[in-house]
């Protein structure tokens, strides 16, 4: 029961660059500065390449980028090397007064060519 | 370095009851905030809950509140995430991830529940 929308699959071939969309709402994406990007190889947990919208923890490479359009955040990855090729889940906080709430998207799977 | 060490892999029946640990080391436990996020089987992540050890304050998401409890023990610089009633929807991945930024960065490897009669 995922909160926001991704694209199933996208593909580009080594130093292309590949965008994924992550569609929410006013209550999610749209009402907060608070998104972020997973990226996550098969077997392993999940790792924070972007967070609020379009900052890098250290050691992720700058050729990931994050930004936002009212209820739509976008993940670009520039250079796209075939280490890249993994699923990617966008997260967004989407509390309310009462509740604390974080919803993750669908999914999108990346494909190196 | 950070490091969170979960426990393995359960098998439960329906009905019953588990206790996943998440033991953490290599920085201040009782400074950053511990959430939990289940993955189901070929699905996509779900965020249930998460602790601050330092004044064991837990905040659980409304849609799977009271189906489980966040707790932590200083001492041995644990986080628990323990689930009742289990049904087979229950089977997941639990991931338990400290703080970063406020979002869950530094993540645990992982502990499969499975729930089979």
């Known amino acids: 029961q995922s909160d926001l929308t991704q694209p199933r699959s996208v593909s580009g071939s080594p130093g292309q660059s590949v965008t994924i969309s992550c569609t929410g709402t006013t209550s999610d994406v749209g009402g907060y500065n608070y998104v972020s990007w997973y990226q996550q190889h098969p077997g392993t947990a999940p790792k924070l390449m972007i967070y609020d919208v379009g900052k890098r923890p250290s050691g992720v490479p700058d050729r990931f980028s994050g930004s936002k359009s009212g209820n739509t955040a976008s993940l670009t990855i520039s250079g796209l090397q075939a280490e890249d090729e993994a699923d990617y889940y966008c997260?967004?906080?989407?509390?309310?007064?009462?509740?604390?709430?974080?919803?993750f998207g669908t999914g999108t799977k990346v494909t190196v060519l | 370095q950070v490091q969170l060490v979960q426990s393995g892999a359960e098998v439960k029946r329906p009905g019953a009851s588990v206790k996943v640990s998440c033991k953490a080391s290599g920085y201040s436990f009782t400074s950053y905030g511990v959430h939990w996020v289940r993955q189901a089987p070929g699905q996509s992540l779900e965020w249930m809950g998460w602790i601050h050890p330092g004044n064991g304050n837990a905040k659980y998401s409304q849609k799977l509140q009271g189906t489980f409890t966040i707790t932590r023990d200083t001492s041995a610089s644990t986080v628990y995430l323990e689930l009742s009633s289990l049904r087979s929807e229950d089977t997941a991945v639990y991931y338990c991830?400290?703080?970063?930024?406020?979002?869950?960065?530094?993540w645990g490897q992982g502990t499969l529940v499975t729930v089979s009669s």
């Open positions: 997260c967004s906080y989407a509390g309310t007064y009462t509740f604390d709430n974080y919803a």
């Open positions: 991830a400290r703080q970063s930024g406020g979002w869950p960065g530094w």
